[in-house]
């Protein structure tokens, strides 16, 4: 790469970096847990995928994450502290534990805004488009978890969902990329129930050190340029590893492109993705 090409580029990155840490920061002020399953592949659907998620509220913003992941990620780094202070060998493994998603979504509501960080070979941080959900909102209502709650019907990426928000919650936000009721979205699905939120529970936090706040130290890049690399990847992974060295390696051996579904069994072809054409 030529002097100016690398100057340009590093321009470019810190011309990100400036704009992702001009976005708004939140604080953490609540969380709402939800038991996400999906139906991947429609050849066996009595099998599901299945995963705890978190969202982490701001007054206006989200963060939507893999709970088991961060829980997972978290003791990882306890172990691999106690072994640091211990002077030891720090080994990790991904063999035996159940996949987890990778990708983080950081949604900005009262901005309309997007953002997806997502995982493959490393980190990298997008802004993608906020889904407009048409809601209908019906007069039917019901009680979750002691909560009451509202029925509300609306299409996102191409599924109909049927979501129950509770107006005393007052959060206009919800499970993966739903939002944009007049309160939490605490379960959703969609009308052939190949993809739920299963509402797990609502804590408001008084006192947190957490922030709704877009990274600023990973990879900024676009999601057309982000699909190229993962094409590109998966054509001919064995070009990227040996470009990428043990590093590399070690992260693709963690990747799994299906998943197991909980309770083990044969991983499942997705072809029914939560997002449809």
Request: charged share 20%; with cysteine.
């Amino acid at each position: 790469m030529s002097l100016m090409k690398k100057t340009v580029f590093s321009a470019l990155i810190l011309l990100a970096g400036l704009s992702l840490s001009a976005q708004q920061k939140e604080p953490v002020i609540a969380q709402a847990m939800y038991h996400f399953s999906h139906m991947r592949d429609t050849a066996n659907p009595g099998v599901f995928y299945e995963e705890n998620m978190i969202l982490r509220l701001g007054k206006t913003a989200g963060l939507y994450e893999s709970y088991d992941k961060a829980y997972r990620d978290s003791v990882d780094l306890a172990m691999i502290d106690s072994v640091r202070k211990a002077g030891g060998i720090i080994r990790l493994s991904s063999a035996g534990k159940k996949p987890t998603t990778a990708t983080v979504l950081y949604k900005f509501i009262g901005a309309n805004k997007l953002y997806s960080k997502e995982f493959h070979l490393k980190y990298y941080f997008m802004e993608d488009e906020m889904p407009v959900i048409d809601w209908n909102i019906s007069n039917e209502t019901k009680k979750i978890m002691g909560i009451d709650c509202q029925k509300a019907t609306g299409v996102c990426k191409g599924r109909t969902y049927e979501a129950w928000f509770a107006p005393g919650i007052p959060f206009n936000n919800g499970p993966w990329k739903l939002q944009g009721l007049p309160g939490l979205i605490v379960e959703a699905s969609d009308l052939k129930k190949q993809v739920n939120f299963k509402f797990a529970g609502f804590q408001p936090l008084t006192a947190s050190n957490r922030s709704v706040e877009l990274p600023t130290d990973i990879i900024p890049t676009t999601r057309a340029e982000y699909t190229r690399l993962v094409d590109a990847i998966n054509k001919n992974p064995e070009a990227f590893l040996s470009g990428n060295g043990n590093g590399a390696l070690i992260s693709m051996r963690g990747a799994t492109p299906g998943a197991r579904p909980a309770g083990g069994g044969p991983v499942n072809t997705v072809n029914n993705p939560v997002e449809l054409p």
